[in-house]
């Protein structure tokens, strides 16, 4: 937001700034400026690390859902 601000402004300038008690760059601040917040890179994290697993599952779930497939075929063309 301040980023925005200082972008047009001939006043205010940005020089830099201070993160845990180190110097950073006007691109560093910038750049942590531009971050999406903490939960969304949280959310994004676990999807990531979920996105493998959810895979598999379904990997190994596959042949039991063709035989569930191939059963329900043959009793709809069997009369009962």
């Given amino acids: 937001m301040f980023g925005d601000i200082t972008k047009n402004s001939e006043v205010f300038k940005m020089r830099g700034g201070y993160l845990s008690g180190h110097p950073i760059t006007p691109e560093n601040v910038k750049a942590l400026a531009d971050m999406p917040p903490l939960p969304v890179l949280r959310?994004?994290?676990l999807g990531t690390l979920n996105s493998p697993a959810s895979a598999l599952v379904r990997t190994l779930a596959e042949p039991g859902?063709?035989?569930a497939y191939i059963?329900?075929?043959h009793s709809e063309q069997v009369p009962a």
Avoid: D
């Fill in 43 to 45: 959310a994004r994290l």
């Fill in 65 to 67: 859902r063709q035989m």
């Fill in 71 to 73: 059963i329900k075929a």
